[in-house]
């Protein structure tokens, strides 16, 4: 199983909670980023960046989820990370392509527009699958190849 690292801004911290507690119970080794209380004001483009920066240490193999109010901010951040592939979902077809079509290695989501017991369905969903040879493939090696031409 796939270690998760997790991070939120104040905006999501109860969000957060409920979905660290969620993957601990199904399994998963969960690596919390903060933010730990609602009266921490740390931008979430920071957590963000803590996150991104430990699945890119971990050689890509943890994943991430990043919440906010939207999830729009993080998935923003996320992706000006070399390797990261983030989408913001809040349903659970976007959940399955972002894994399966575009190899998304980060899911994110926002307390403010979704409540905690859809956002445990969808992320169980993006969990439970993996990337396989495809012919999305090619168009995952396209991301890439604009992103080395673009990210130094
Ligand atoms: C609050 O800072 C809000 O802007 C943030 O949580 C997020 O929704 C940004 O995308």
Redesign the pocket.
Same mark, same amino acid.
């Given at each position: 199983m796939r270690t998760i690292v997790i991070g939120c801004?104040?905006?999501?911290v109860h969000l957060k909670n409920e979905l660290m507690g969620f993957m601990e119970k199904k399994g998963y080794t969960v690596e919390n980023m903060g933010c730990d209380s609602t009266e921490d004001s740390t931008?979430?483009p920071y957590v963000a960046e803590k996150v991104c920066r430990e699945i890119i240490n971990s050689g890509y193999q943890k994943h991430g989820v990043l919440i906010? &109010?939207?999830?729009?901010?993080?998935a923003?951040t996320a992706n000006k990370f070399k390797g990261i592939r983030a989408g913001v979902c809040h349903d659970i077809f976007s959940a399955e392509r972002l894994k399966l079509s575009n190899d998304g290695n980060v899911i994110c989501m &926002?307390e403010?527009v979704i409540g905690a017991e859809l956002a445990k369905r969808i992320l169980e969903k993006w969990l439970e699958l993996d990337f396989v040879d495809c012919a999305s493939t090619s168009k995952v090696e396209a991301i890439k190849e604009i992103e080395g031409e673009n990210l130094k």
């Open positions: 801004d104040n905006a999501a931008y979430y906010c &109010g939207t999830g729009l901010g993080m923003m &926002g403010r």
